[in-house]
């Protein structure tokens, strides 16, 4: 049986996650920010909702990218260089989530992204802990990504793209940003082979949990992102 959580039931260790059933863990609970930080904290991620309820995961072996192994094609490389699109760091946090959830997903009928889970992120945007990077071109946002940062460890979410590259540009600048400040781990969560290309690799979840407590370690959030100061010589 998948745990049923109420409003203060405290989760299941992550090892009781039914591997046959796509690394669920429990049903229920609310998406709080006092809930979603202790899920991420420990390895547990929100992802879609039966009847209201939100359905948490906790997978094993895990999806990550560690910055200095993200992969920068020749391709990739020469897009940034042209100066194509330009990049902003938490200016429409609530456009990229539109634009995540209104993307179509090979295999996937519909978005998870409801409209509770908007508010609970962008709730969680207003207190600091999560952050957008957006890709414009001609003034027009046309792609970006969102997620959530604890201590040195950045949690990905989703990420869309309205034109060639321009989900690729505004993670290849997240990944400078997280170089700059020292983070060590982004959390992907499952395989994809777009991740793949990209340097992300799965590692057992136990390895997982193990690198989160260190890098969660210092937990205040940093509430303000900008790419101003990175060093952007591709």
């Avoid at 207003?126 to 604890?150: K, P, Q, R």
């Amino acid at each position: 049986m998948i745990p049923f959580l109420g409003p203060f039931d405290r989760f299941p260790p992550v090892e009781a996650a039914r591997e046959d059933m796509g690394g669920l863990l429990a049903v229920g609970g609310d998406l709080g920010p006092d809930r979603l930080l202790d899920a991420y904290r420990h390895g547990i991620f929100p992802w879609g909702t039966v009847e209201g309820h939100p359905l948490w995961y906790s997978l094993d072996p895990r999806m990550v990218l560690f910055p200095a192994e993200f992969r920068l094609t020749r391709s990739l490389r020469k897009t940034l260089r042209s100066g194509r699109f330009s990049v902003r760091f938490d200016h429409d946090f609530a456009g990229v989530m539109a634009g995540c959830a209104g993307t179509p997903r090979p295999g996937q009928d519909g978005t998870w992204i409801s409209p509770d889970m908007v508010n609970a992120y962008r709730r969680l945007h207003e207190l600091g802990w999560a952050h957008s990077v957006e890709t414009y071109d001609e003034g027009g946002l046309v792609g970006g990504l969102y997620g959530l940062a604890i201590g040195r460890m950045f949690y990905g979410e989703s990420m869309f793209a309205r034109r060639s590259d321009a989900s690729k540009v505004a993670f290849a600048h997240l990944i400078r940003y997280l170089e700059a400040h020292q983070f060590g781990m982004i959390d992907c969560q499952m395989r994809t082979e777009h991740l793949a290309s990209l340097g992300g690799r799965e590692i057992p979840r136990a390895d997982f949990l193990e690198r989160l407590r260190d890098l969660t370690a210092s937990g205040s959030p940093r509430t303000i992102w900008s790419s101003d100061q990175l060093d952007l010589d591709w």
